[in-house]
Nanobody
């Protein structure tokens, strides 16, 4: 069993930056693929980024490529991060971290077994 807790969301102006964190409990965190998804009212949850258990593979939605960076710290902190730069109003939403019981989850939310409660990101002037 893995429990996930996101933090780092908030209000930021367009062009600004935020770093989201996802703290995981459980000794098997390092074996799990991880991902970030986001959701806005009236829309389905959408893929943002994914990272493999070893950090050797990453994947990004086209809308965030070149602006967002996913990373993880297995050794010390059992934490995954999402560095978000050059934020746009369309990046607004609730951001969720997710873990899957395989080494790579990819872009489909159906592949993920554990979810955090979400953190709100609002990009507005």
């Amino acid at each position: 069993q893995v429990q996930l807790v996101e933090s780092g969301g908030g209000l930021v102006q367009p062009g600004g930056s935020l770093r989201l964190s996802c703290a995981a409990s459980g000794r098997t965190f390092s074996r799990y693929g991880m991902g970030w998804f986001r959701q806005t009212p009236g829309k389905e949850r959408e893929f943002v980024a994914a990272i493999s258990w070893s950090s050797s593979s990453t994947s990004y939605a086209d809308s965030v490529k070149g602006r967002f960076t996913i990373s993880r710290d297995n050794a010390a902190k059992n934490t995954m991060y999402l560095q978000m730069n050059s934020l746009k109003p369309e990046d607004t939403g609730v951001y969720y971290c997710a873990a899957c019981r395989t080494v790579w989850g990819g872009s489909s939310s159906a592949q993920y077994d554990y979810w955090g409660q979400g953190t709100q990101v609002t990009v507005s002037s």
